[in-house]
T-cell receptor, first 113, second 115 residues
Framework: GESVGLHLPTLSVQEGDNSIINCAYS??????FIWYKQESGKGPQFIIDIRSNMDKRQGQRVTVLLNKTVKHLSLQIAATQPGDSAVYFC????????????FGGGTRVLVKP | NAGVTQTPKFQVLKTGQSMTLQCAQD?????MYWYRQDPGMGLRLIYYSASEGTTDKGEVPNGYNVSRLNKREFSLRLESAAPSQTSVYFCASSDAPGTATYEQYFGPGTRLTVT
């Protein structure tokens, strides 16, 4: 498939280890955050979201943490599997800007067997 | 339920040619979006339509036009293609009536090369 993001920061993880992907946002008026996974040659797929009135939200093998004090968002993937190899994007919604999302630059995760 | 569909999947244009990218969704979503994705960059919003009958510019609208044909369909037109428009184009939709989520659902993308 086509390579998306030739110069993205890359996180190499051993299969079975936990992965932590970080994202900084700049707008204190952002009230909603979302993580997407994008596999090569495909469109982004929803992973998990969190509203600004929460600090933590858990899904299946994934946890999102939100630190509004330092405007930082992280995605933790437990027991990383080969199928988790992809590019991960965070996105924020600014309260006064309707439903639009602003996407970050992405992080490539490579899972080593 | 096909979700978001896009046509064509691939396209090669010569500089100055025009084309329309088609997008349709079957989830009864109010909002639809067009993004471009260049290597090494995230998704950048070109245009969006918050509801049927409305369209607004996003971050990178120059060189593009859009039409929200009906609630299901949102097309993107390049009137005179330029090499700088070589990119992968994604359509997305969101905001089903009665929901409180802002998740956007993405199509598979159109890979456009302008020579």
């Amino acid at each position: 498939g086509e390579s998306v993001g030739l110069h993205l920061p890359t996180l190499s993880v051993q299969e079975g280890d936990n992965s932590i992907i970080n994202c900084a946002y700049s707008n204190s008026a952002s009230d909603y955050f979302i993580w997407y996974k994008q596999e090569s040659g495909k469109g982004p797929q929803f992973i998990i979201d969190i509203r600004s009135n929460m600090d933590k939200r858990q899904g299946q093998r994934v946890t999102v943490l939100l630190n509004k004090t330092v405007k930082h968002l992280s995605l933790q993937i437990a027991a990383t599997q080969p199928g988790d190899s992809a590019v991960y994007f965070c996105a924020e919604k600014i309260k006064a800007a309707g439903n639009k999302l602003t996407f970050g630059g992405g992080t490539r995760v490579l899972v080593k067997p | 339920n096909a979700g978001v569909t896009q046509t064509p999947k691939f396209q090669v244009l010569k500089t100055g040619q025009s084309m329309t990218l088609q997008c349709a969704q079957d989830m009864n979503h109010n909002s639809m979006y067009w993004y471009r994705q260049d290597p090494g960059m995230g998704l950048r919003l070109i245009y969006y339509s918050a509801s049927e009958g409305t369209t607004d510019k996003g971050e990178v609208p120059n060189g593009y036009n859009v039409s929200r044909l009906n609630k299901r369909e949102f097309s993107l037109r390049l009137e005179s293609a330029a090499p700088s428009q070589t990119s992968v184009y994604f359509c997305a939709s969101s905001d089903a009536p009665g929901t409180a989520t802002y998740e956007q659902y993405f199509g598979p993308g159109t890979r456009l090369t302008v020579t």
